[in-house]
């Protein structure tokens, strides 16, 4: 029986990076049956919407979904197209592992930790108005009840993988009431997970030990805005964007989507990395249940990486996007 996945090619590279993750994935031998669905910015036409209905209504028939990229213009236009999607379907986890791959040199080796970014509420709630012509103002929510399941899905996921550690992320010091309030809520679930070491650092701080010693680090937990930065970071510290990948996570549907952007001025170019996203897919084929395929595709991908004949601009080689999910497809075995 062949698995029904979603796939929502996005905006500017994400049909190409979607193409070149699908083919991988379908050459990995697990059966997809995709049932690809637009949104993006070319749905507002005839939609009025990037986000049509369909999409959503199919990721919940389907329970997952791989997406690319989505454009949300700045400073006009419609709310985030990502955010909305997030609320809509209640994917209340973004789950961003930053791990060494095997063959790609960076700066640090031996880098392993997840940032786990709550993606409901905070400074992304879309709560901001004007106050008069030279003000304006954005409301940051942040409840007991998003910040404690949060905070479970991080002891969840650290149990579940054998990790040590939870570190909870904040700024209590100065938003004494509403990071205030996740501080007190992450301290709560603590107490339920004796068997796992919590402690709990200042955002500004953890950006510089996170540079200084991320081999200190197992799973982070965090509001909405500081695990959109941090998250980069961490991408930063594993070989950037083109290599970062992630997921949304609720009680009932999944979906699996790379760190990065739809990188508008590549459009079309086959230039960019594909690995940000066949990495999501890996993800989703772990959440599957087919670890033997997940494992198979990674040793692919590292085998690509060591010889590095077949990379993008990013990690310093010719190949295009294309060519380099050929070259992996080739060292599936
Ligand atoms: P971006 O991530 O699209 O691109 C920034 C730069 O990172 C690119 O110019 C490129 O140099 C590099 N890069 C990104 N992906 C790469 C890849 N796969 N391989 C190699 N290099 C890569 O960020 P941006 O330019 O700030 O955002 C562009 C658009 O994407 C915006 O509309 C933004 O809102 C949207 N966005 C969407 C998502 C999402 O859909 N989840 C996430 C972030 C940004």
């Not at 059966?31 to 939609?47: L, N, S």
């Not at 879309?126 to 009840?145: C, L, P, Q, S």
């Not at 001025?265 to 990495?279: E, H, I, R, S």
Request: charged share 25%.
């Amino acid at each position: 029986m062949a698995y029904k996945v979603t796939l929502i090619p996005g905006d500017g590279v994400g049909p190409e990076i979607t193409a070149a993750a699908r083919r991988v994935i379908d050459a990995s031998g697990v059966a997809i049956d995709w049932e690809v669905v637009e949104a993006g910015e070319a749905m507002i036409a005839e939609h009025g919407t990037p986000l049509p209905e369909s999409v959503l209504d199919s990721v919940r028939k389907n329970k997952i979904a791989l997406k690319g990229p989505l454009t949300t213009p700045i400073g006009k236009g419609f709310r985030s197209v990502n955010v909305t999607l997030r609320q809509e379907l209640d994917l209340f986890a973004c789950v961003r592992p930053a791990r060494t791959l095997p063959g790609l040199a960076t700066r640090y080796e031996n880098i392993d930790f997840i940032v786990v970014r709550e993606n409901t509420e905070d400074l992304y709630a879309g709560i901001e108005h004007r106050v008069g012509k030279n003000a304006a103002e954005t409301i940051k929510i942040i409840t007991r009840e998003a910040s404690e399941r949060v905070v479970r899905f991080a002891f969840e996921l650290a149990r579940r993988e054998g990790r040590k550690k939870v570190t909870a992320v904040h700024k209590a010091n100065i938003m004494k009431l509403t990071d205030g309030l996740f501080l007190e809520s992450a301290r709560t679930v603590a107490e339920s997970y004796p068997d796992i070491a919590f402690e709990d650092w200042i955002v500004d701080a953890m950006a510089m030990k996170l540079v200084q010693v991320p081999e200190n680090f197992d799973v982070l937990v965090m509001p909405n805005l500081y695990g959109d930065i941090l998250s980069d970071l961490a991408a930063g510290l594993v070989g950037g964007l083109g290599v970062a990948p992630g997921a949304n996570i609720g009680d009932e549907m999944a979906v699996f989507e790379p760190v990065h952007g739809s990188a508008p001025k590549y459009t079309g170019m086959n230039k960019v990395n594909p690995l940000a996203t066949l990495l999501s897919g890996v993800m989703m084929l772990r959440h599957l249940g087919e670890s033997e395929a997940a494992d198979r595709v990674m040793r692919a991908v590292a085998a690509v990486l060591t010889e590095k004949k077949a990379v993008t601009y990013d990690l310093g080689g010719t190949a295009g996007t294309s060519q380099m999910a050929d070259a992996i497809i080739q060292k599936i075995s």
